[in-house]
């Protein structure tokens, strides 16, 4: 405890909760001492306000990937382990909208130089936990799976994968997340972010980004082609209705030009 809460407090990131102080007190509890952050979470957000569009997600996750990167790159990586929507804070500072802290840094686990991951207990939120977690094994790709679930929930309102814990083990570990088309909902989405983010949900880890810093270049690198390789996708019977639509003016005009010769 007292190697990983020192090791935390080194990190000083404007987008990371401060920790000041830890120990232990006189009962053997053990506590930390961090700053209050005044905000709102953004699992509350997306349920009150509903999905974010691609621009004002961008500009959150950005800020995630910055302090996540440098937890990583600690003398002592920080894997974070529950990078979560709750975790997430938004908040005004001066000026800035949707100013990011990240939270509960308090459950992270320092790179052990000896092995290729970390082993041990499974730790974390099931709505966001890796394969790989889910069998007590983590790296930084690991919280760059978690990365690409948040992603998805700000873009469509909701986790990829839902139920209860025993489902979503399965579901983590097994099967693909359902492509933004399929959804039944009607969702602007650039091509090339939809294919960042299945990267991201790569059930095999060395298929994913290998950094923090890979995939925001990724995300970098395609903002600015947004407004030219965005899809539209329609639900169900939105598309059945544009198609009668269509039917019924081809047919009527077919008529109309019948009759004119």
């Given at each position: ?43 509350a ?71 290729v ?10 709505l ?7 069998r ?7 919280d ?7 992603m ?22 097994n ?33 994913r ?22 899809a ?13 639509f ?12 019948s009759?004119?010769?």
């Amino acid at each position: 405890f007292y190697n990983e809460a020192a090791t935390i407090c080194e990190l000083h990131h404007p987008n990371a909760i401060h920790l000041y102080d830890f120990d232990r007190d006189a009962n053997g509890t053990i506590y930390m001492a961090m700053e209050i952050v005044h905000g709102r979470n953004l699992k509350a957000i997306i349920r009150d306000t509903g999905p974010f569009n691609v621009a004002r997600m961008l500009q959150v996750i950005f800020q995630v990937c910055d302090v996540i990167s440098a937890a990583h790159k600690q003398t002592k990586k920080i894997i974070h382990r529950d990078i979560t929507a709750q975790n997430i804070m938004l908040s005004q500072t001066g000026e800035l909208d949707n100013f990011v802290k990240v939270l509960d840094f308090g459950i992270a686990k320092l790179w052990s130089h000896d092995n290729v991951s970390l082993t041990g207990s499974i730790i974390g939120t099931p709505l966001y936990m890796a394969p790989e977690q889910w069998r007590g094994s983590c790296d930084e790709r690991t919280d760059i799976y978690s990365l690409g679930i948040i992603m998805y929930e700000m873009l469509t309102g909701e986790p990829p994968f839902q139920g209860d814990q025993i489902v979503l083990m399965h579901k983590h570990v097994n099967e693909k997340p359902i492509p933004f088309r399929k959804l039944g909902k009607k969702l602007e989405i650039p091509k090339y972010l939809e294919h960042i983010i299945f990267k991201c949900l790569e059930k095999n880890k060395d298929k994913r980004p290998q950094s923090v810093d890979e995939l925001k270049l990724l995300l970098q690198n395609e903002k600015g082609n947004i407004k030219s390789t965005s899809a539209i996708y329609f639900s169900r019977p939105t598309f059945v209705m544009i198609l009668i639509f269509l039917l019924i003016t081809l047919s009527l005009y077919k008529v109309y030009w019948s009759r004119e010769q």
